[in-house]
């Protein structure tokens, strides 16, 4: 991952005030420690480019301590160590046997209080069968659903996003819509806000919390002001909600001068705002849109008179007739200044030019 004038790591400022889980280039989670960038991994050790995330918090008390009375278990249904390596190399993986049955009353559950009725949260748990291959059922955060999931000897991270019910209340393992017994193995439940999973949180007695990832670019020779082009190569979360950043860049504090390109996908547009000695100078939706756990390229050129996006091969363009800011400082990726709205996605590469490129090449640059 790199800038073109120079690498990425020599300007890269990262913070975060909790370690972090990624897949390191063995396939195997790993732990960063407090403000390490998350680089990531898929399971064959090929690079998934830095993990921008939010804050997040796994509502589970004991992710992996299945054993726990707190996951309280139907009839039949027992639990005990696993002799396989869990996704983080510990032998912390637990058996599961579930002894089948209709109805779904064959199941391991949590129950978990204090959500909001209504909003999403989502639901993941890492499983493999013990052997061969096993049918799951998930139930969310409202008891009677179920959704079914098929698993091989391979580990896999399976998960289910729903509304939170206003009455029964709790993630549940179960073997309800194939009413098959079956053995699997289980590591890490995790159950969080949002629409999607985000990096795994462990949790042993209580909630626990991953603090917001805050990525940088420091400023320096490399960057003019006046003109530039960005290009974003990014891996996107599997859903959203709301309006988050791609990028940001800004002078003594965001409502000073600055320029800013985020996605509402609500409205499923692309948004820029320029803002100038505090004044909004444009503030524009490109309705361009963007796929959910797809590979995106996202270009951003600006100079006096326009700020361009390319995305998908077209170009999106702002009215013109005005003279940008020269005092940027400070470039926020993916996230509102490091505290809020974050990508909760890759970013696999960004290079930059210290001039806007021509709108052929910023198409060029935007199709994968």
């Known amino acids: 991952m790199g800038l073109r004038y120079q690498p990425l790591a020599a300007c890269l400022k990262h913070a975060r005030a909790s370690t972090k889980r990624v897949r390191g280039r063995n396939g195997v989670l790993q732990t960063c420690p407090i403000d390490v960038p998350g680089y990531d991994h898929d399971a064959l050790g090929r690079a998934r480019g830095l993990l921008i995330e939010g804050a997040a918090t796994n509502l589970l008390r004991y992710s992996t301590g299945f054993d726990n009375g707190l996951w309280e278990k139907n009839a039949g249904v027992s639990v005990s160590p696993g002799s396989i390596a869990a996704p983080d190399g510990s032998m912390s993986a637990m058996v599961l046997d579930l002894p089948g049955g209709a109805g779904g009353a064959n199941g391991i559950y949590q129950t978990v209080g204090d ?3 209504g909003e999403i949260y989502s639901f993941a748990v890492w499983m493999r069968a013990v052997s061969g ?3 799951i059922t998930l139930g969310g955060i409202d008891g009677p659903s179920r959704h079914a999931v098929s698993l091989d000897e391979s580990w896999q991270r399976v998960c289910i996003s729903e509304p939170a019910s206003a009455t029964i209340r709790y993630p549940k393992i179960s073997a309800g ?8 193995l289980i590591w890490n439940a995790q159950l969080e806000h949002g629409r999607a999973p985000t990096s795994d949180i462990l949790s042993d007695g209580i909630p626990a919390t991953r603090a917001p990832d805050d990525v940088r670019l420091e400023c320096g020779d490399w960057f003019a002001q006046g003109a530039g082009t960005f290009v974003f190569d990014l ?8 309006i988050w950043r791609i990028v940001q860049l800004y002078a003594g504090s965001l409502n000073d001068d600055h320029l800013d390109l985020g996605y509402d996908s609500d409205a499923d547009q692309l948004r820029i705002s320029l803002r100038k000695d505090g004044v909004p100078i444009v503030t524009q939706s490109l309705y361009g849109t963007l796929t959910p756990g797809a590979r995106q390229r996202i270009a951003l050129g600006w100079e006096d008179d326009v700020i361009a996006v390319a995305l998908n091969g077209g170009v999106l363009k ?3 007739g005005f003279a940008l800011p020269r005092t940027f400082s400070t470039i926020v990726l993916g996230s509102y200044d490091g505290t809020d709205k974050h990508i909760n996605g890759h970013l696999r590469n960004l290079a930059y030019w210290p001039e806007k490129l021509s ?5 060029a640059l935007s199709t994968v």
């Open 115 to 117: 959500l909001n009725a």
């Open 359 to 363: 709108d052929a090449r910023m198409a």
């Open 318 to 320: 702002s009215p013109d």
């Open 133 to 135: 291959t096993a049918d």
């Open 235 to 242: 891996e996107l979360p599997g859903a959203w909600g709301g």
């Open 177 to 184: 819509v194939s009413a098959l017994s079956a053995s699997v």
